[in-house]
């Protein structure tokens, strides 16, 4: 059983930025055409994030970025977080999210499965690999998928913002898991900070909107949870519900 909690903000990960630049262009998925705010000089950056950002990453946004120590890459920085409209950053670089959701996980303090004895990552699950297996004390296992979610409209997160048949195959296999018998829950790692709620994208994506749907009512456990990176940090803000729905988390 999930466990409710209503904590203060905490600060779960530093993840800190070398500069603030304007965005100019994104020339492919991976690709960050920016601008040095003082120079105007254009810095290429490495966009980690799979979703379309329209949001956030479009031409005159602020965005904020880590100079990368790595040799032989073709890109000198790493795209970390871009401005909403709102005026709060939000953390635009999925390398992060594995760490964030570890330590809410193992933080009993405000891990939705309360005190837990061991986690695995990156766990083989039929043609996917999912995040994580979590023991709990009493040694039952729980399958857990991670998800960053940066899309928000009229005070909804939404996720996904752009197809993706790779996520609905991780909730179905979800899905399929708890239908054998495990426990199994997604979470998902809601980086816009003042959202009320969370639901699955229909407009975008209805293929996943009906699937998630679905994993609702299998019993696959929901944990949508509203994270802020702000000073170099992210910090556990508090859980959401989902929107307009009868299940809880």
């Known amino acids: 059983m999930l466990r409710k909690r209503k904590e203060p903000m905490k600060r779960l990960l530093e993840i800190p930025y070398d500069k603030r630049a304007i965005f100019v262009k994104r020339p ?10 003082q120079s ?15 949001e956030l990453l479009y031409p005159g946004n602020q965005v904020l970025l880590s100079k990368a120590n790595k ?9 970390i977080a871009a401005r909403s409209d709102s005026g709060h950053w939000v953390l635009v670089n999925s390398g992060f999210h594995s760490t964030i959701a570890s330590k809410i996980l193992s933080d009993s303090e405000i891990s939705p499965l309360g005190q837990i004895k061991s986690i695995k990552p990156e766990v083989k699950v039929g043609k996917s ?25 009229d005070g909804r997160a939404l996720f996904p913002d752009a197809p993706t048949e790779r996520g609905r195959r991780h909730l179905m296999e979800l899905g399929e898991l708890v239908d054998k018998g495990y426990m199994a ?18 407009e975008t994506d209805p293929y996943f909107f009906n699937t998630f749907h679905r994993i609702l009512r299998q019993g696959v456990r929901v944990y949508p949870v509203c994270l802020e990176y702000k000073d170099g940090f992210i910090w556990y803000k508090r859980e959401i519900g989902i929107c307009n729905s009868q299940y809880s988390i």
């Not at 105007?40 to 329209?54: N, S």
Request: proline fraction near 3%.
């Open 129 to 153: 690999r999912l995040d994580f297996l979590v023991t709990l004390r009493k040694d039952k296992k729980v399958y857990v998928e991670v998800k960053g979610c940066t899309l928000e409209k």
């Open 185 to 202: 829950m997604v979470v998902f790692l809601v980086l816009c900070p003042h959202v009320e709620c969370f639901d699955a994208n229909k």
């Open 40 to 54: 105007g000089q254009e810095l290429k950056a490495h966009v980690r994030d799979p979703g379309r950002l329209r």
């Open 71 to 79: 040799e032989g890459r073709k890109t000198d920085w790493d795209l």
């Open 28 to 37: 492919n998925r991976f690709l960050g055409i920016c601008s040095d705010t």
